[in-house]
Nanobody, 119 residues
Framework: QVQLVESGGGLVQAGGSLRLSCAVS????????MGWYRQAPGKQRELVAT???????KYADSVKGRFTISRDNGKNTVFLQMNSLKPEDTAVYLC?????????????WGQGTQVTVAS
């Protein structure tokens, strides 16, 4: 069984920083794109950042210049460094991976980690 486990969320003051991580465990044949979504109460789920296997990155306009996505292919882990946090960044952050397992290609999602930014 393949699992994605996020960590690093918490409560911070506006202007602070957090570093999220998401580790993929299990039998993996290949991992393609990885990334982070977020969802706040009453709002549509938003794509925050993506990173390809070759480390090509994309960001939502709302986080450009503040967030950095990276990955460690050897550890099957994706990170999200969040700086200059704002109250509007408050959300549950979920990681995903487009991967191949012995059962085929599919998207896998983590459980989510809560990020709360106090004003």
């Amino acid at each position: 069984q393949v699992q994605l486990v996020e960590s690093g969320g918490g409560l911070v003051q506006a202007g602070g920083s957090l570093r999220l991580s998401c580790a993929v465990s299990g039998t993996i044949l290949s991992i393609y794109d990885m990334g982070w979504y977020r969802q706040a109460p009453g709002k549509q789920r938003e794509l925050v950042a993506t990173i390809t296997r070759g480390s090509v990155t994309k960001y939502a306009d709302s986080v450009k210049g503040r967030f950095t996505i990276s990955r460690d292919n050897g550890k099957n882990t994706v990170f999200l460094q969040m700086n200059s946090l704002k109250p509007e960044d408050t959300a549950v952050y979920l990681c995903y991976a487009d991967l191949y397992t012995i059962s085929g290609r599919r998207d896998q999602w983590g459980q989510g980690t809560q990020v709360t930014v106090a004003s």
